[in-house]
């Protein structure tokens, strides 16, 4: 049986539709998915040649696709891990600048700043109790104060007897709503950021074609995977 190079259909669309990116360059990453392109069609390749090998038992055939499937897994994992990271990070430093470019600048009085501290802490405690929706509403909404209340520290619950601690607010949101605020104060930081996200999506989408194709055509090799990994 022969298997399409899912990575040959994602480069088609982007070659065909381009890469939505504001500011950055397109081709280094159409460069990176065209090496992962040739990734996946020598492991194809090899399927191939093990399908057709006389020499091989069946038992012998899967366990040499199990094989190939877990070496193409772990170039995956080399090919997309720092990317991925260094995405991540370049995402926190332009999350961090953003912030502080957009957010409500703090007092330097200090009995003004201890009466913002104390209000932002009353905002956290009225606020624990609402539900993710009417968290997600209330940031929207407010104004620059409960904003810093809510990304200024987790939120920390108590259910049958275990402590949660999350965001009051999922950060794809805050960051959603922060962007929407820089398009005006620095777009510059909006547009870095926009990019960010579609280049993380694009390496993550490529990661998990080639992780389904393998589970797929070998599915002992995923499984063996997620147990090195454990």
Same mark, same amino acid.
């Given at each position: 049986?022969?298997?399409? %190079?899912?990575?040959?259909?994602?480069?088609?669309?982007? &070659?065909?539709?381009?890469?939505?990116? =504001?500011?950055? *360059?397109? =081709?280094?990453? #159409?460069?990176?998915?065209?090496? +992962?392109?040739?990734?996946?069609?020598?492991?194809? @390749?090899? $399927?191939?040649?093990?399908?057709? /090998?006389?020499?091989?038992?069946?038992? !012998?055939?899967?366990?040499?696709?199990?094989?190939?499937?877990? &070496?193409?897994?772990?170039?995956?994992?080399?090919?997309?891990?720092?990317?991925?990271?260094?995405?991540?990070?370049?995402?926190?430093?332009?999350?961090? &600048? $953003?912030?502080?470019?957009?957010?409500?600048?703090?007092?330097? @009085?200090?009995?003004?700043?201890?009466? /913002?501290?104390?209000?932002?802490?009353?905002?956290?405690?009225?606020?624990?109790?609402?539900?993710? @929706?009417?968290?997600?509403? +209330?940031?929207? %909404?407010?104004?620059? #104060?409960?904003?810093?209340? $809510?990304? &200024?520290?987790?939120?920390?619950?108590?259910? %049958? !007897?275990?402590?949660?601690?999350?965001?009051?607010?999922?950060?794809?949101?805050? *960051?959603?709503? #922060?962007?929407?605020?820089?398009? !005006?104060?620095?777009?510059?930081?909006?547009?870095?950021?926009?990019?960010?996200?579609? $280049?993380?999506?694009?390496?993550?989408?490529?990661?998990?074609?080639?992780?389904?194709?393998?589970?797929e055509v070998a599915p002992s090799a995923v499984e063996a995977s997620f147990?090195?990994?454990?």
């Amino acid at each position: 049986m022969r298997y399409q %190079n899912p990575i040959s259909d994602l480069r088609s669309v982007y &070659e065909r539709s381009g890469i939505r990116l =504001r500011k950055a *360059d397109p =081709r280094e990453a #159409l460069r990176d998915i065209v090496a +992962l392109e040739s990734e996946v069609a020598g492991f194809l @390749d090899k $399927l191939g040649k093990i399908a057709e /090998d006389p020499r091989l038992t069946g038992e !012998g055939k899967a366990d040499a696709a199990r094989t190939a499937g877990r &070496e193409l897994l772990d170039r995956v994992d080399k090919w997309a891990t720092p990317k991925l990271d260094g995405l991540k990070a370049n995402e926190t430093a332009a999350r961090t &600048e $953003l912030h502080g470019a957009v957010s409500r600048q703090r007092s330097t @009085d200090p009995a003004r700043a201890v009466e /913002d501290a104390l209000l932002r802490s009353e905002i956290r405690r009225s606020a624990n109790g609402l539900a993710d @929706d009417e968290l997600e509403r +209330l940031f929207a %909404n407010g104004d620059g #104060l409960i904003r810093d209340a $809510l990304l &200024e520290r987790p939120r920390i619950s108590v259910r %049958n !007897g275990s402590v949660m601690v999350r965001p009051f607010v999922r950060p794809e949101v805050a *960051d959603a709503l #922060l962007i929407e605020d820089a398009e !005006g104060k620095r777009p510059d930081l909006a547009d870095r950021l926009a990019d960010l996200a579609e $280049l993380r999506d694009l390496y993550t989408g490529a990661a998990g074609a080639v992780r389904r194709l393998v589970a797929e055509v070998a599915p002992s090799a995923v499984e063996a995977s997620f147990t090195t990994l454990a």
